[in-house]
């Protein structure tokens, strides 16, 4: 199972990008509310949430989480004990974790980046602590995968997918919903 927290404030299209291509890619994601079942988007739109985050277990059904933007819901999910616990599993388990835009500073902040190559919104690249900041688009090092906001959802939410499957299945997807090849 993929977990993409979604907290009041989010960027939407950093959440459900990755939601949508992930499910075209036969992954099982689940939305995961913080605070809630149904959360508030930075520009007005709610939804409906898969669970919350009180009902997530963390165990070895997790393949990834994904933590999008929105500097609200970025705050949001820094403040979720659930999100810092599943951060803290993660790393310990050797899974996959995404963020996009604004959230890489989390993973900075739990030094989580320490010795990786990432990417953030421009402005943050102060809290990648110990990462080796790159302007990319988005990167994969290792279990690591990030990207610098709203406009690069969809190399994101690829991106994602070669980590998880194959750059080729990545590349399907991509012809699929008519993504140049060399734009992710």
Known sequence: MICIFIAEGFEETEAVTPVDILRRARHDVKMVGVGGKRITSSHG????CDMTEDELVLDENIEMIILPGGLKGVENLEASGTVARALDYCTAHDIFIGAICAAPRIIGDKGIADGKKAVCYRGFEDRLKG???????AVIDGKLITARGAGVS????????EALDSKALADEI???????????
């Open 45 to 48: 739109i709610t939804v409906e």
């Open 131 to 137: 990462a080796e900041v790159s302007y990319e688009p």
């Open 154 to 161: 969809v190399d994101f939410a690829l991106k994602l997918v």
């Open 174 to 184: 991509a012809d699929k919903v008519m993504i140049p090849k060399d734009r992710y």
